[in-house]
């Protein structure tokens, strides 16, 4: 599919969900949901936008290059190479990646990367946080900006996102996600416990 082809499939999908699409300044889409939760592809990635939620896509008509969180909580799968993930309070490099990342507060982040790897940085310095290599949710965190400037993050509960969200989400880039050998693979070692 051409970058033409793109946009014309990317116009058409656009026209029949509930929210709004728009390309600001930069040349980066901005996407806002309204009252419903919104799928939808662009190039060989997938994203799932919760209510009320916005965010901004840099793409070259095939894949993502960086998604800024602006609002609320979206998860994306990537079909491959380096990304940027922009938050308010961290920017994060990933690679191979399924992400869920929610706002909670003004100064606080949630983000889980559901597999994958993923370097976690300050956004002004760019000073490494905290680097991951994920499986499957090994290391869900909430990331809040404290009042001195420096960032803290705490392990946390995987929270408002599952499984099978991101099947789907694979399933519309016609992938399966990664970590069904793993899930595989645990529930034999189950059954062989005594």
Same mark, same amino acid.
Do not use: W
């Given at each position: 599919? =051409?970058?033409?082809?793109?946009?014309?499939?990317?116009?058409?999908? !656009?026209a029949s969900?509930?929210l709004?699409?728009?390309? =600001?300044d930069?040349?980066?889409?901005? %996407?806002?949901?309204?009252?419903?939760?919104?799928?939808?592809?662009?190039?060989?990635?997938? !994203?799932?936008?919760?209510?009320?939620s916005?965010?901004e896509?840099?793409? #070259? @008509?095939? !894949?993502?290059?960086?998604l800024t969180?602006?609002?609320? @909580?979206?998860?994306?799968?990537?079909?491959?190479?380096d990304?940027?993930?922009k938050? *308010?309070?961290?920017?994060? @490099? %990933?690679?191979?990646?399924?992400?869920?990342?929610?706002?909670?507060?003004?100064?606080?982040v949630?983000?889980c990367?559901?597999?994958?790897?993923?370097?976690?940085?300050?956004? #002004?310095?760019?000073e490494?946080?905290?680097?991951?290599?994920s %499986?499957?949710?090994d290391?869900?965190?909430?990331i809040?900006?404290?009042?001195?400037? *420096?960032?803290?993050?705490? %392990?946390? *509960?995987?929270? =408002?996102?599952? #499984?099978?969200?991101?099947r789907?989400?694979?399933?519309?880039?016609?992938r399966?996600?990664?970590?069904?050998? !793993?899930? *595989?693979a645990q529930?034999?070692?189950?059954?062989?416990?005594?």
């Open positions: 599919m =051409n970058r033409r082809q793109s946009i014309i499939t990317l116009g058409t999908l !656009f969900l509930p709004a699409l728009y390309a =600001n930069n040349g980066a889409l901005v %996407i806002e949901s309204d009252k419903e939760e919104t799928k939808f592809k662009i190039g060989k990635d997938a !994203f799932l936008l919760r209510p009320n916005k965010i896509l840099s793409h #070259d @008509g095939t !894949f993502t290059k960086a969180l602006l609002g609320g @909580g979206v998860m994306g799968v990537f079909g491959g190479g990304k940027v993930l938050t *308010k309070t961290f920017t994060a @490099g %990933i690679r191979g990646t399924g992400v869920y990342l929610q706002e909670y507060a003004k100064d606080a949630y983000s990367l559901c597999y994958g790897k993923g370097d976690y940085k300050y956004n #002004d310095s760019g490494v946080l905290f680097s991951l290599d %499986i499957y949710h290391k869900p965190v909430q809040v900006q404290a009042q001195n400037g *420096k960032l803290e993050y705490e %392990i946390s *509960k995987l929270d =408002n996102h599952n #499984d099978d969200e991101l789907a989400l694979e399933k519309m880039c016609e399966e996600v990664p970590f069904e050998a !793993f899930l *595989k529930k034999v070692k189950s059954t062989y416990k005594r």
